[in-house]
């Protein structure tokens, strides 16, 4: 019953053995939330962490504190955790996990923007105010893109350009077009050889700018419609995980098979067929054998390189087991599931 439960949840458990429909129930107001019979996706074998979606966690308040204890005791991990709302699952009162820098300081070595970055100790008011900020800044089209436009527009205007300034528009137009409509859209719309025609490449790049600037906005709208102000991650596994533990690249694949606290899951899977060569993720709390992490998976199809809509938890079972992060993700990969 207990795996069961982690696999699919209390509520799905419910429907499968009554065959009767779960009660819905309103929220008394917008701090507790009393419904025991939310659908959550998985439920740690103890019961003391819930995992509700991508971006939903719930955890004890004593898991809480002393996975905190955990995470400050290492000096290059830069994260902590606050316990938000309350929720009920199978009588027990859970919190909301929210994953938080340590401080400004511990944002901007993991190279991210403390104004937009949720920090220890800040009022409700101060990370709403960073909210709104990051909303309005993530549909605004970078400025690189309106001076290498610019570049075009004067090499256009000329005689036949030099191939050192083609080949430093094509670097540049290739990596805005990574970053800001993903590798995919990249590999099919940026010619290989700017060289072949140097003129007619010149006139694409001026419209594939246009295009990038044109669909800026539509493909930040995960970005755009965030509701709570969490840590930006890059869209890859590897560099989430050292942006949240800042744990040396080499020292992440050293993982060992029972992380604690502050390590990492690592998985090598060069030997099964699929999207990934390897997944990191960052182990944030540990309930008995389960581990819940904080992570991201590399997506070749998204078109944004770092945002707060790719950050996801997720909670996995005792190392050797069907619920383990090494079989979760096989079965991920071999499926073609992010």
């Known amino acids: 019953m207990a795996a069961l439960q982690r696999s699919i949840g209390n509520a799905a458990v419910t429907r499968v053995l009554t065959g009767a429909p779960l009660q819905r129930y309103a929220e008394p107001d917008a701090e507790r939330d009393v419904a025991d019979t939310a659908p959550y996706d998985r439920i740690s074998e103890n019961g003391r962490i819930a995992v509700s979606g991508r971006q939903d966690a719930f955890a004890e308040a ?27 699952v199978g009588g027990r009162v859970l919190h909301r996990v929210l994953p938080v820098f340590a401080s400004s300081e511990a944002a901007e070595a993991a190279q991210a923007n403390s104004e937009h970055e949720p920090i220890a100790g800040e009022s409700a008011q101060d990370r709403e105010a ?107 596994c590897q560099a989430a995980a050292q942006r949240l533990l800042g744990t040396r690249t080499g020292d992440l694949q050293q993982a060992p098979a029972e992380p604690g606290v502050g390590q990492n899951h690592y998985v090598n899977l060069s030997d099964t067929p699929g999207r990934w060569n390897n997944h990191f993720g960052a182990v944030i709390m540990r309930d008995g054998d389960d581990t819940l992490t904080f992570e991201a998976a590399a997506d070749s199809t998204s078109r944004i390189s770092e945002g707060k809509s790719l950050g996801y938890f997720a909670l996995y079972g005792k190392h050797g087991t069907s619920q383990s992060f090494d079989a979760d993700l096989r079965r991920q990969n071999t499926a073609g599931n992010g």
């Open 62 to 88: 004593e898991l809480i504190a002393s996975a905190n204890a955990a995470l400050a005791a290492s000096e290059q991990v830069r994260i902590r955790l606050e316990a938000g709302r309350e929720v009920v």
């Open 130 to 236: 960073k909210l709104d900020s990051y909303r309005r800044s993530v549909v605004q089209p970078p400025a690189a893109l309106g001076l290498l436009l610019q570049d075009i527009a004067r090499l256009s205007g000329g005689g036949r350009p030099s191939d050192r300034s083609i080949n430093g528009v094509h670097q540049r137009l290739l990596a805005l077009a990574m970053e800001n409509q993903g590798a995919t859209w990249a590999a099919e719309n940026v010619p290989l050889n700017p060289l072949l025609d140097p003129v007619d490449y010149l006139k694409t790049a001026g419209r594939l700018i246009g295009v990038i600037v044109m669909e800026y906005a539509d493909s930040r709208e995960p970005e755009r419609v965030m509701q709570d102000l969490l840590i930006t991650l890059p869209n890859d």
